[in-house]
């Protein structure tokens, strides 16, 4: 099972980026994933999140309406696009997959088995 997150770099205040998470070893349409980001100094926070049926996502209250996640069962990779970037956005992300009937909130850090790598995103001028 591997899961790889790409797509981050530096961006200004307002710009857009579209992260990637390729995976690979697993039936993606089988498993929820979740993106979870970590900032310097702070614990590591869920951002988004997509079931196994595409309507089911869940978006932290801080990214609401600025993110959007989505997959491609195809291509084995899910999308996390970011609009109106601000500077508090700046952390590294990962993308997770969550262990089935895991009994946690999608949010929760032990609800998943798989982590990717992460992948920086700096937001400043």
């Known amino acids: 099972v591997q899961l790889q997150a790409s797509g981050g770099g530096l961006v200004q205040p307002g710009g857009s980026l579209r992260l990637s998470c390729a995976t690979s070893g697993f039936i993606l349409p089988r498993y929820g994933i979740g993106w979870f980001r970590q900032a310097p100094g702070k614990e590591r926070e869920g951002v988004s999140y997509?079931?196994?049926?595409?309507?089911?996502?869940e978006y932290a209250d801080s990214v609401k309406g600025r993110f959007t996640i989505s997959r491609d069962n195809a291509k084995n990779t899910v999308y996390l696009q970011m609009s109106s970037l601000k500077p508090e956005d700046t952390a590294i992300y990962y993308c997770a997959r969550r262990v089935p009937q895991s009994g946690t909130t999608w949010n929760r850090i032990r609800g998943y088995g798989y982590w990717g790598q992460g992948t920086q995103v700096t937001v400043s001028s």
């Open positions: 997509i079931g196994t049926n595409d309507r089911n996502t």
